[in-house]
């Protein structure tokens, strides 16, 4: 039995305070998601691309993307009856709202949403019971969030989602502030100024407080980005946060939805491997260096068809199609794929299951 304290979310408990982040394309879908919620966390889809398995998305992917929201969250559902699921969207989605609208209607308990500021998020959840939290990493970015759906929508966050610079796939960050970040560091982002952020995030937590007290109700904070051990999850809690996130810790667990040979790419990676790559989102990334990354590297790759992914996408002008590059990952092409991953990726050294991830996070298995 876990010793650390429930996390709640308004009337919804998960019996651990522990969220598997959202990893796309196709990396977190039913699978993990649906077993991390039946263990007792809560397991998070993210809508990336999602519907890159289905027949029709090459020629029509947001009407393959919306209809696979629905087909995952059953699955998952079906894997963990009373579980708590949600899912991530990215606000760069092009049409960001009907895939709002579209996990809504699924039934989803909960939708986390970074990769930008999800200033309009609580319009599009209106009338319907799933909470909703932004993705922040900056005590700028809660502020803004925080007054903007007070002032327009008279509501606050449900949860807050606090994303430091040592978490995987796109990062909240310019180069410039991961840089000052990681000034010590000898690779991309395996340490940091641990303490510098540490006050941010003790920023953010009374920054929420305070529009807590105003709306009569706790709103827990979630913080995320290089948790790989118990110790990690104690560090965050011991900082006031309510609970952690994790996405890498669980890429090389049985029930993650990745091919073997994305798995293999972690078990295989070593700490210089980890690397930070401009993604044609617009924001850096952190990666895996690969022979995809090599390629890259030595000049742009020819975009030869657009999945119009991105609300701003310049196909003459971005470096590569990170739709192709991702799906590649999620098919095992592992040397045309682009492979995210966070800045403790390395440290996987074998192929577990997500229960026995979830109790060493808790510190059972000392």
């Not at 007792?40 to 809508?47: A, E, L, Q």
């Not at 691309?49 to 699955?75: C, H, T, V, W, Y």
């Not at 606000?91 to 999800?118: F, M």
């Amino acid at each position: 039995m876990c010793g650390l304290k429930p996390l709640k979310i308004g009337e919804l408990t998960a019996r651990l305070p522990i969220i598997q982040g959202g990893m796309g394309v196709g990396i977190s879908l039913s699978s993990l998601a649906g077993a991390v919620a039946r263990a007792g966390g809560i397991g998070i889809i993210s809508t990336a691309q999602i519907g890159f398995r289905e027949p029709d998305f090459a020629e029509d992917s947001q009407a393959a993307n919306l209809r696979a929201i629905g087909k995952e969250f059953k699955k998952a559902r079906e894997i963990a009856p009373e579980g708590i699921i949600g899912f991530n969207i990215m606000v760069a989605t092009r049409n960001y709202a009907e895939y709002v609208k579209a996990a809504a209607r699924a039934g989803a308990d909960l939708i986390i949403s970074g990769a930008g500021l999800p200033v309009s998020l609580p319009e599009y959840v209106k009338g319907t019971a799933t909470k909703i939290a932004p993705i922040v990493s900056s005590v700028k970015a809660s502020m803004i969030i925080c007054k903007m759906w007070d002032r327009k929508y008279q509501t606050a966050p449900d949860l807050v989602v606090v994303e430091g610079p040592l978490a995987g796939g796109h990062l909240g960050f310019d180069r410039e502030k991961l840089t000052e970040l990681e000034a010590d560091t000898p690779h991309a982002g395996t340490t940091f100024h641990r303490e510098a952020y540490d006050e941010e995030i003790r920023g953010i937590i009374a920054l929420v407080k305070k529009y807590a007290e105003k709306y009569g109700k706790k709103i827990p904070v979630v913080t995320a980005g290089g948790i790989y051990t118990h110790e990690d999850v104690m560090h965050q809690l011991s900082l006031g946060a309510d609970g952690v996130q994790v996405a890498t810790r669980f890429v090389t667990t049985e029930e993650c939805d990745a091919p073997m040979a994305y798995k293999q790419a972690y078990l295989d990676a070593k700490e210089e491997d980890i690397v930070i790559v401009k993604s044609p989102v617009g924001m850096p990334g952190r990666a895996i260096r690969n022979a995809f990354l090599r390629e890259v590297e030595k000049g742009r790759q020819a975009v030869t068809q657009c999945y119009k992914c991105l609300e701003h996408c310049d196909t003459a002008k971005i470096p590569y199609c990170i739709t192709m590059a991702l799906v590649n990952a999620a098919r095992g092409d592992e040397d045309h794929a682009l492979i995210f991953c966070g800045s403790n990726a390395w440290r996987a050294d074998k192929i577990e299951t997500v229960d026995s991830v979830l109790r060493d996070l808790c510190g059972e298995n000392a």
